[in-house]
């Protein structure tokens, strides 16, 4: 079993930065692939970005390249997404998710383990 632990998110304005970060415990991830996904008030959740176990492949939404960038630190158990030039849009519950599987998973239904999420606000 695995737990996901998410934490970072909170208020900030528009253009701002924030790194948010997913600690894992339970059994080890090193081989899992791992991704962020979010959801806004009235929405579906939507994917953001995946990591391949490695980190050598990192797949990210369309809306979100450029400005989000994903890693992992596979001796800490941890992964990362560094977030910049935020928007008002922006604004969502981050959850960070793990699949039993190597590779980048791009849905939902691909990933087994998930956190409670983190909630980032972007004011304008």
């Known amino acids: 079993q695995v737990q996901l632990a998410e934490s970072g998110g909170g208020l900030v304005q528009a253009g701002g930065s924030l790194r948010l970060s997913c600690a894992a415990s339970g059994r080890t991830l090193r081989w899992n692939a791992m991704a962020w996904f979010r959801q806004a008030p009235g929405k579906e959740r939507e994917f953001v970005a995946s990591i391949s176990w490695s980190g050598a492949n990192t797949y990210y939404a369309d809306s979100m390249k450029g400005r989000f960038t994903i890693s992992r630190d596979n001796a800490k158990n941890t992964m990362y997404l560094q977030m910049s030039n935020l928007k008002p849009e922006d604004t969502a519950l981050y959850y960070c998710?793990?699949?039993?599987?190597?590779?980048?998973?791009?849905?939902?239904?691909?990933?087994?383990?998930w956190g409670q999420g983190t909630q980032v606000t972007v004011s304008s």
């Open positions: 998710a793990s699949r039993g599987q190597s590779g980048v998973g791009l849905s939902e239904s691909e990933y087994e383990y």
